[in-house]
């Protein structure tokens, strides 16, 4: 089952270049749209109904359940990144992945007070720090993640970026789809 949402996922990225989606739910009751653009710091009355084409550089909400997943298709930034954990934080479970042209993937999560990256390729400005030290609550998915990096000995297995995709998908029960 896992082995088919890595490949779904891989085959939905074989034509992307960059994105930065997240997912967001809350502990309990409803985060609405509304809510997730106060939390971004913005208007909520600037929405854009469902079906409405995004302003260039504008990033799309998308109620799900009972939370909200946001869709960039803009090469993600520090910026973007510090812009999306806007909706993280206590009562909210929070997934961001971003990849970018260059073939980078970045995932945070933040689980309440509970946080875990993921860089890939490997983070270089941490030096002897082993990249799984960081996981957090993407511990149970260490072995998993392992086999979207290369090693000495073999290729990596697995997109990475697919296997983020599956596992945001495991944990908040939210299927990314292209639409």
Do not use: K
Request: proline fraction near 6%.
């Amino acid at each position: 089952m896992l082995d088919e949402v890595i490949a779904r996922y891989a085959d939905m990225l074989s034509d992307l270049d960059t994105f930065a989606y997240t997912v967001t739910i809350p502990d309990s009751g409803v985060l609405t749209a509304e809510e997730a653009a106060r939390r971004f710091g913005a208007d909520p009355a600037a929405l854009q109904a469902p079906g409405q084409p995004q302003s260039p550089g504008g990033i799309s909400l998308h109620r799900v359940g009972t939370g909200v997943v946001t869709l960039d298709w803009v090469n993600p930034g520090d910026g973007r990144q510090e812009a999306t954990e806007r909706l993280a934080g206590d009562g909210f479970r929070h997934w961001y992945l971003s990849f970018d042209i260059e073939g980078n993937t970045v995932m945070y999560v933040r689980y309440g007070d509970a946080e875990g990256f993921l860089e890939h390729p490997e983070p270089g400005g941490i030096p002897f720090t082993d990249w799984t030290d960081h996981l957090g609550p993407l511990s149970a998915y260490t072995e998993l993640l392992r086999t979207g990096y290369d090693s000495e000995e073999a290729e990596a297995e697995v997109d990475i970026t697919a296997a983020c995709l599956a596992v945001i998908e495991l944990e908040s029960g939210v299927a990314w789809t292209m639409s």
